[in-house]
C-alpha cells in the first residue's frame, strides 16, 4: 500500500526557516515527479514545488526564491527547505506525485506549518 508521510511542520516566526521531509512507500518514488503542495484555510490546495526524478525542479512563482525542493532517491524522500518564511505561508502541507502537475495518490495526512508575524 502506497503511503506519503509528512513531518517536519511547526509554529515559527515570519522570516524563519523549516524543512520538511515526506517519506513514501513503494515503487512510486522513483517513478514520478514528485511535489509539495499547500492548503491554507479557506483556499484550495496548490503545487508549490516540484522535482523531477533527474532532480529539475519548478516552484510557484509565490515560493521562488524562498524554497529548495530537493529529493533522496535512495530513502524515497523528497524535502522542502523554506526560507524566509511569511505569514502567506501558513498552510497544511502535503506532499504527492506530480508528473503531470497534479498529484495521483491518496493524500498523507499532511503537516501544519504557521508562520507568525
Known amino acids: 500500500q502506497v503511503q506519503l508521510v509528512e513531518s517536519g511542520g511547526g509554529l515559527v516566526q515570519a522570516g524563519g526557516s523549516l524543512r520538511l521531509s515526506c517519506a513514501a512507500s513503494?515503487?512510486?518514488?522513483?517513478?514520478?515527479?514528485m511535489g509539495w503542495y499547500r492548503q491554507a484555510p479557506g483556499k484550495q490546495r496548490e503545487l508549490v514545488a516540484r522535482?523531477?526524478?533527474?532532480?529539475?525542479?519548478n516552484y510557484a512563482d509565490s515560493v521562488k526564491g524562498r524554497f529548495t525542493i530537493s529529493r533522496d532517491n535512495a530513502k524515497n524522500t523528497v524535502y522542502l527547505q523554506m526560507n524566509s518564511l511569511k505569514p502567506d505561508d501558513t498552510a497544511v502541507y502535503y506532499c504527492?506525485?506530480?508528473?503531470?502537475?497534479?498529484?495521483?495518490?491518496?493524500w498523507g495526512q499532511g503537516t501544519q506549518v504557521t508562520v507568525s508575524s
Open positions: 504527492n506525485t506530480a508528473s503531470a502537475y497534479s498529484p495521483s495518490m491518496p
Open positions: 513503494g515503487s512510486i518514488f522513483s517513478m514520478n515527479a
Open positions: 522535482i523531477v526524478s533527474g532532480g529539475s525542479t
